[in-house]
């Protein structure tokens, strides 16, 4: 214990990363703190040791570490209650984390902040297959919610490639998706209620089993508010029945630009897919030697194309899907013969991101959406970009939405290579907003796009994002720091900037 | 009272910052086919924004359209209709429950509400088909949130608080939206004679399956249709391409037949039915009485029914395999249209009633949306507070402070 706090945000020999300025009376007062929230935690819930705090120091996005002030894990949302309380009234700042799987820095610690770790609301606490939930704590990972409603043929839909470790608190706070977003949505589309835990230590119950919200839309705007709102201690999800069969096709192309004209294509003749994914050479090469999914290697672009409902109507659109495969200039089509095929098929899909991480001492991972029919200049400029930096990337692409998972692969032990890597991602990004895309899809703002984030928004569209914010943390005390560039007081964002005695508007027709 | 009429975003703009600085609250409406729906709005002047009207992209490969909030539905219909395509969340029409023509609803007022139709328990809510926008807030400022593409998590989803917001909160002036292909053809499995407790189950077995049931209604006995004049008939319907639809209205029907006598109507008859369902067609006679929609989980939908039965003389009707259930009481609801004894069923199962139709008076007096408890109530009024500080846009429209 009282080993003292790294006082400044030490990033892997990292350009600096602005961080709100620490706060040096609750950096004195750390004993006094940590006794504190030891009384609202007993036993085992707190954790001030450098040694043990050590593995909370970055999420998934690695090349930013920061030693937290104290790390809290409550069990009970009682405690949790009591902990922001008593954070609200300290002034303390609290960061939120799940599983630590982000890959935006969103669960990055704070020097001078509460890591309130949720990994003990591990528990379902329902499953109701007559009404098509499942409730559970925030802390159960994603895979564990389809393996607990499996044996009777349900399902959670969204299914992110963290899926094994990644909880449902932190996909609640990120939005998560996955490869069947086309078809069965993302996060947003397939939750139903939450418990939340406001800064101020208030708890709300937002939707439950019911659909629609009868006020203001809550439960959709948590959703993806990265941590920044309240704390999440229940989720109500929605739980599917799986479909009668699916079966997943294989296509290759001579160009990236054939198998997105195909996509276009597919969902031109009415065809949503339950995925549709693309991966470019380097991807599909780094994929095949890690999960050995038998994809074609002397091809410049695969798509994966999973059909799925009942037998009849699978078989029909296979048919159909592969005649405009033809007529796209698809130079091979394999179809899935059986479920482990399936699963064949889609694991080199779904490791593409550890397989680059093979072939590559690092890599630094993009995720912005563009409207689909832009991938062919998208792609170009890429290579561009690639060559300037002199970097390489694979491209692994949720195709039937238009996401893009540009995998930029860097070695941070060459000086000047993760710098390169971090503009080179900067560039991309800005390009997806260019031809009127976004800067993140699925990963969250977090620090990484932060500072982007007026690419895309003027000051006056941030400022109505800061003053929702300001409704549930007015201090700014929970995740500061993360998605907004600049944190504006809320007081001078409260200020409106308009004047009487204008004489209205004469033009304006009347009725 | 002015009334006043933008014809585009500048428009709007100059109005809601005359509005703020002589403090005079707006009335916002567009179609004006939900002006019964909510408080009654205590405006100094009334702001019709159907002028602002007309489709400025669509693409259909992209499944993206952008509009203007004026547009007139039919219009945004008629366009995709054309492409094989629709809004899959089934926009409802309500004209009707107030005695108005139909046909004049418009996009924005579709989305301020979250206006969601049968379909919607298979494919989402409005709120889900609803992407970016543009609007003119209440503090005369115009903001832009989301985008045009369906996957984006950049910054705070305002797109979600503002559908269902009912124009509290800025002015629409732009709207971008989902679209998917429509299927082709529609079956509906009907099997009739069933209790309400009945129907809910065979709704759930037909949910709980893999036939992609994107329609589960019940109707009982006591409420009248054009179509159907055999009793009580729950209804079940399937959509997409033929050899899938008939092999899954098919396999319903089977799986059905143990609950009571199955039919398949065919996509015609199927068609009209579900309007009926989507625009609540059945309550459009008695204008006086007052309506109710309520939202609970699926399998609380008969208690809810069961439980007023015993107190009041009502009408109701299930959609969404239970889970909405509208509620018409007779003329003698009492001064509060039923809030207190509909609420009071409510509450053990979760969920909220809307008070969808009555007389202004009533209206003015009772909690049209759902009470909010203090901790909830304190975040409405906070976002209230960010959005339209001087309480401009339609005050009070949803709860009496906001
Ligand atoms: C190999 C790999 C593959 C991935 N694939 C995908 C993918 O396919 N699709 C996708 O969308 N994402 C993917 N991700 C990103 C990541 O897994 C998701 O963002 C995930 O939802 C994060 O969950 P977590 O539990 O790890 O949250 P954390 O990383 O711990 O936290 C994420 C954010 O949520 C907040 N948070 C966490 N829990 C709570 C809570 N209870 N209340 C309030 N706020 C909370 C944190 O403050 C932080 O801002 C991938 C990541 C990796 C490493």
């Given at each position: 214990m009282n080993s003292a706090p790294e006082q400044a945000v030490s990033l892997d020999q990292h350009s600096a990363l602005e961080m709100p300025e620490l706060d040096v009376d609750i950096l004195g007062r750390r004993n006094e703190i940590i006794r504190d929230l030891r009384a609202l935690v007993p036993g085992e819930g707190v954790i001030s040791e450098t040694s043990e705090m050590r593995v909370y120091e970055s999420d998934g996005l690695t090349a930013y570490r920061q030693l937290p002030f104290v790390v809290v894990l409550p069990e009970t949302v009682e405690q949790v209650s009591a902990v922001l309380r008593y954070c609200h009234k300290t002034g303390l700042k609290v960061v939120p984390r799940g599983a630590g799987t982000s890959l935006s820095g969103g669960a990055l610690p704070l020097g001078d902040g509460v890591l309130l770790g949720l990994a003990k609301f591990n528990r379902i606490l329902d499953i109701d297959y007559a009404n098509r939930t499942a409730t559970v704590q925030p802390g159960v990972t994603n895979l564990a919610i389809t393996k607990a409603v499996e044996g009777r043929g349900f399902y959670y839909a969204p299914d992110p490639s963290s899926q094994i470790a990644c909880t449902i608190g932190g996909n609640v706070a990120e939005n998560s998706g996955g490869v069947h977003c086309l078809k069965y949505g993302l996060t947003t589309n397939n939750i139903l209620g939450l418990q939340l835990v406001l800064i101020t230590g208030e708890i709300i119950n937002i939707g439950g089993k019911h659909l629609d919200s009868d006020g203001y839309d809550l439960l959709g705007l948590l959703t993806g508010s990265e941590g920044l709102l309240g704390v999440i201690t229940e989720v109500t999800v929605r739980i599917l029945r799986e479909p009668e069969t699916a079966r997943a096709m294989i296509i290759g192309f001579p160009s990236s630009e054939d198998a997105g004209a195909c996509v276009g294509s597919i969902i031109g003749a009415g065809i949503i897919a339950g995925g549709m994914e693309m991966m470019d050479r380097p991807a599909i090469h780094a994929a095949d030697e890690f999960a050995q999914a038998g994809y074609p290697l002397d091809v410049e672009a695969l798509l994966i194309v999973e059909l799925d409902g009942p037998e009849a109507e699978v078989t029909d659109l296979i048919g159909r899907v592969e005649e405009i495969a033809d007529a796209n200039n698809a130079s091979n089509v394999q179809v899935s013969q059986n479920e482990p095929e399936r699963q064949k098929f889609w694991a080199g899909r779904k490791a593409a991101f550890p397989a680059i991480g093979r072939i590559s001492p690092d890599y630094y991972c993009m995720d912005g959406t563009i409207p689909r029919h832009q991938l062919p200049k998208v792609l170009a400029r890429m290579r561009e970009l690639s060559e300037k930096y002199g970097l390489g990337v694979a491209n692994v692409f949720h195709a039937g939405d238009g996401n893009l998972h540009p995998l930029i692969m860097y070695d941070s032990n060459v000086p000047g290579e993760l710098e390169a890597a971090e503009d080179f991602g900067a560039d991309i990004l800005r390009l997806c907003v260019e031809v009127g895309g976004v800067l993140t899809g699925e990963h969250g703002v977090g620090v990484e796009k932060r500072d982007l984030m007026p690419e895309m928004f003027s000051e006056t569209d941030l400022d109505h994002q800061q003053r929702v914010k300001c409704a549930f943390d007015a201090d700014g005390?929970?995740?500061?720091?993360?998605?907004?560039?600049t944190l504006h007081r809320c007081a001078e964002l409260g200020r409106i900037h308009i004047h009487g005695g204008k004489i209205p508007f004469p033009d304006i027709p009347r009725f | 009272m002015e009334k006043l009429k933008p014809r585009d975003e500048a428009d709007c703009l100059e109005i809601v910052k005359w509005a703020v600085a002589d403090k005079k609250p707006l009335e916002i409406v567009s179609g004006g086919t939900k002006r019964g729906y909510g408080r009654p709005v205590e405006a100094a002047a009334l702001a019709d924004v159907s002028g602002l009207s007309g489709i400025s992209l669509y693409e259909p490969e992209e499944l993206v359209m952008t509009a203007r909030p004026g547009t007139p539905l039919a219009e945004i219909e008629k366009t995709l209709h054309a492409n094989n395509q629709e809004l899959a969340f089934e926009p409802a029409d309500y004209s009707k429950i107030y005695g108005k023509r139909g046909g004049s609803a418009t996009l924005g007022g579709i989305l301020a509400g979250n206006i969601s139709g049968p379909r919607r328990i298979k494919a989402g809510a409005a709120r889900d088909h609803f992407l970016g926008l543009r609007a003119v807030s209440g503090r005369g400022e115009i903001f832009k949130a989301g985008g045009r593409v369906v996957k984006n998590v950049t910054g705070y989803d305002l797109c979600k608080i503002l559908c269902g917001s009912w124009g509290t909160l800025a002015i629409l002036t732009e709207v971008t939206v989902k679209v998917l292909p429509a299927g082709q053809r529609i079956l509906t499995v009907i099997v009739s004679g069933l209790s309400d407790s009945d129907a809910t189950n065979a709704m759930a077995a037909a949910m709980g399956s893999s036939f992609e049931v994107s329609g589960a209604a019940y109707i009982p006995a006591d409420v009248s249709i054009k179509s159907a004049t055999d009793g009580a008939i729950a209804a079940i319907r399937v959509e997409g391409t033929g050899p899938s639809v008939s092999y899954r209205a098919a396999g319903l029907a089977e799986m059905l037949k143990p609950a009571g006598d199955c039919r398949i109507e065919k996509t015609g008859d199927s068609r009209a039915f579900w309007r009926s369902v989507r625009d609540a067609e059945f309550f459009t006679e008695h204008r006086d009485r007052p309506l109710w929609r309520v939202s609970v989980a699926p399998m609380s939908g008969p208690d809810v029914v069961a439980t007023l039965r015993g107190q009041a003389d009502i009408r109701a009707v299930y959609d969404w395999a239970g889970g909405l259930v509208w509620i018409e009481f007779s003329s003698e609801a009492g001064d509060d249209a039923g809030a207190g004894i509909v609420r009071d069923a409510v509450r053990p199962h979760g969920g909220h009633a809307t008070l969808v139709r009555a007389d202004d008076g009533v209206r003015r007096k009772t909690d049209i949306f759902h009470p909010q408890d203090a901790a909830l109530a304190g975040v409405t009024s906070r976002l209230k507070d960010g959005f339209d500080p001087e309480r401009i846009l339609n005050p009070g429209r949803m709860y009496r402070t906001v």
């Open positions: 005390l929970l995740n500061p720091g993360k998605v907004f560039p | -």
